[in-house]
């Protein structure tokens, strides 16, 4: 029986986030027939994420609440397209919270992958920053939750990755020791040195390779790469 216990991010490790929300901002672009006033979807998108990504940094550090994140962005993306209109930045808001959960693109391999670690008996958990009430719709419509014993939302805790109080809040939840947990996730900052802070192993996973290579912490390009990462990494005692 293996004792380590693994710990994955849900957005942009297994979630192919931006290919999701690529999909719910079309979708949305097309019903609202934002085409009569912004020239192309591809101008929209592309300063919708610059600004979303902004807002994401505040609501990390707890400088923006949740709520005002998510009509927020919105409201500043139209403002860029010179269109002042709080009943189209509410309908936006609403229609994308309502519709970008049920997107499923995964990463190429996390099914198979999963499916390998639980028959390998490792224990298997989300740590997320996402809101509680989309992820689990994200996790139940691309067929994930079966494979995870704890979600593990940080707005339950009332502290973002990364804090070391969502490690340990973790750590108790599922009764595992810090030597042997491994937290598996996209962003260096978050997932990464948070894991490292609290005293667990991370594994960092870069697909395109954006990020400096943090020196002790190895990096995958593939979820494929992970069940053999994970049995090269020691157990410091």
């Known amino acids: 029986m293996k004792t380590r216990q693994l710990f994955f991010d849900l957005d942009r490790t297994l979630w192919d986030f931006e290919t999701n ?5 079309q979708f949305l ?3 609202f027939h934002l085409k009569d006033s912004i020239d192309h979807f591809i101008h929209f998108h592309k300063v919708y994420v610059r600004i979303n990504s902004e807002l994401w940094q ?3 550090s707890g400088k923006l609440k949740k709520e005002d994140l998510r009509t927020e962005r919105f409201r500043k993306t139209l403002a860029h397209f010179t269109i002042f ?3 189209l930045v509410e309908a936006l808001s609403a229609g994308y919270i309502e519709y970008s959960p049920f997107q499923t693109a995964l990463f190429p ?3 198979q992958m999963l499916e390998e670690l639980k028959n390998e008996n490792y224990r298997l958990h989300i740590i997320t920053n996402g809101f509680k009430e989309v ?3 994200k996790l139940e419509n691309s067929n994930l939750t079966p494979y995870f014993e704890t979600v593990l939302c940080s707005e339950e805790v009332g502290m973002n990755k990364p804090s070391r109080e969502i490690f340990r809040y973790a750590q108790e939840l599922t009764t595992c020791k810090a030597n042997h947990a491994i937290m598996i996730g996209d962003d260096m900052k978050a997932d990464v040195i948070g894991a490292l802070n609290a005293g667990w192993s991370a594994i960092h996973f870069d697909p395109e390779k954006k990020i400096a290579k943090e020196r002790s912490v190895p990096r995958i390009r593939s979820l494929s790469e992970i069940p053999e990462t994970i049995s090269l990494l020691p157990i410091v005692e």
């Open 58 to 60: 505040l609501y990390g």
């Open 109 to 111: 391999g996390a099914h």
């Open 29 to 31: 672009f097309d019903k």
């Open 135 to 137: 992820q689990h719709i």
């Open 21 to 25: 929300s690529k999909h719910a901002l």
């Open 85 to 87: 209109n709080e009943e």
